[in-house]
């Protein structure tokens, strides 16, 4: 599909498996990094295998960008150790997109897990940098960045919320990256069109995001098997088709992409274990844009200066 | 509704705006914290307050319990000052059920926002009382517990869960408390059958629940929007009337009822500023029912032997 759209590929790993593919383009790697492998030692370790392979391709310039569906933490890690980071970047994070319906961007919350515990300047750097990405991906001119805390007043939160909340409120920072900061925000503002980026901290951006997760597959999950639970529901499903087709759409994951890590020097796009073609196809062809538009030079600019 | 079961209910508030209601007892309060007022200074100056006259009911014996449905903050704050803590208990904590699709009873998640730091010791406290809550309110004999984090495995989460995770693995509390610790688990576990009682501070606790009310709200919005679509759909809807029915009930939070602010030395029970009818009578039965079983005096017994 990628192909198709005029992208050119390269793949890693094992060239008798990729030969069947297509013509591509194909770096070697004898080596495969399993899904539940510790990240850190196989990646050390693992030195032919794709991932780190792939991030090195990226380092050499013989790839734009890089797009995975493997290991997440073997992914980070092999992109971290191999591009390196950007100078100024303390710690790059996870920046997931998360639907917001009926708007035609979604909101970016960073960090959704690489960084367990951070500090109240990594959190500023993770605004700077989730602002850069939403506006050279979606092109939100001055994206609205928000701080998730348990409670929307200034003063709510942990003391690691309160400091950052002083930090952010700061006009330097907001002017250099042409970003607003909008305050705190809830957990029931992930979805909502309050602001473009959610800024947190990985430990909880990660229970947020799972959390949000789950209740979507339950509750989609009980919805498909009521459509399904007699044949006058499925004489129902059928009327309906045409008015929950856009939903399913608006509401797969799929339709946004994949996340990227932010703050490596160069694009690392990390899709789900699970990803379907149609999510790759997305994470390829999003990975050849902020390539295009230089995504990461502008991340240079802005957070070098500092 | 609570008087057509048999319990007998106290009324706290202004006389003249209570008399219309029935034939209930009244307790005399001059004054009302507002939804928005700050907790704290509200509780200590407006003492002639239904808050605070309801608290001081349950501390006199005049009432067995107290179910509010206004400011939480303020009715955390008058049960804790008034009623005061149970010995040993080092701060209290607010019990969230969350609805398990399919299963007799819902999940407990505590704090859900009452102590926004906590100390590891007091998440084994939080584990110590769900799980006598959800024996006592629910009758499952052996509670599982799971600590929320970043991850299932054990080495996984923030400094305060790993070391939480240390304390909850003893087998001193499990056996006092007749529960079982269950290891982590991950925000997409809030509404699945993996445990039954769900342990984390008052901050992450808070961002889970309002993510989960907040994926809730919008997907249930959209759907309910798309089944009135078009006449179309409309049809359909109908159609599917019955199979929707038992999922609407399912997953309404009103089924499983209020908030309990447990570890105060009585019975609190904390519903939704926006509580229906429904609501609010659930939440009296249950008020009922653990003033009936006497789960204080459980909670006394296993926390004061500390």
Redesign the interface.
Known sequence: MAAERGIPVVLVGRPEQLSGVGDFEVVSASQVIAMGAEAASSVRKMKDSSLVRAAEAVRDGRASAMVSAGNTGAAMTASLLRMGRIRGVSRPAIATPIIV?GRAWPNVMLDA?AN??CSAEWLVQFAQMGAVYCRDRWGVQEPRVGL????EEAG????L?KEAFERLEDRAWQTRTGAVFAGNV???????DQVDVIVTD???G???????????????G??VE??D??E??Q??????A???AP?YD??NPDSVGGAILLGVDGVSIISHGASSPRALANAIQVAYELAERNTVGSLRRILCSD
């Open positions: 319906p897990g367990t515990e998730l805390s348990n409670g709510k939160g942990s003391p919320v809830e957990g029931r503002d992930l979805l909502a990985g430990f909880t990660n229970v947020a995001l799972k959390t949000a997760e789950g209740v979507a597959k339950q509750l989609i009980a919805l009521a459509l639970s007699s006058e529901a004489r129902g499903a059928k009327l309906l045409p008015a929950l939903l608006e509401f």
